[in-house]
């Protein structure tokens, strides 16, 4: 019933940027700490940053002065914005979410299906 939809992913070349966006829809109590990861091909999915409920952010150390991670609780809605961008941030970038669907009920952990992001040299 809960699902996470990424989008803005698109091909760029290098020093572009991009902002991908991931809305959580469905039946949604609260939500707690929202993260972005990405996989490259061949390479394992790594976490990229984390935001908190409350706005505490951290991010990997690769995407550092990048990359920022933000969140409009009101739209249930995660960001990434991407500043940069470096041929090696290929990828798929993927929005996962900690969220509980009723009051009484316990946390559990949603994927978004994913979005393609390519940089060019």
């Known amino acids: 019933q809960v699902q996470l939809v990424e989008s803005g992913g698109a091909l760029v070349q290098a020093g572009g940027s991009l902002r991908l966006s991931c809305a959580a829809s469905?039946?949604?109590?609260?939500?707690?700490?929202m993260e972005w990861h990405r996989q490259a091909p061949g390479k394992q999915r790594e976490l990229v940053a984390t935001i908190s409920s409350g706005g505490w952010t951290t991010h990997a150390d690769s995407v550092k002065g990048r990359f920022t991670i933000s969140r409009d609780n009101a739209k249930n809605t995660v960001y990434l914005q991407m500043s940069s961008l470096k041929p090696e941030d290929t990828a798929v970038y993927y929005c996962?979410?900690?969220?509980?669907?009723?009051?009484?009920?316990?946390?559990?952990?949603?994927w978004g299906q994913g979005t393609q992001v390519t940089v060019s040299s």
């Open positions: 996962y979410a900690i969220i509980k669907v009723a009051a009484g009920m316990g946390w559990s952990a949603y």
């Open positions: 469905g039946s949604i109590f609260s939500i707690d700490d």
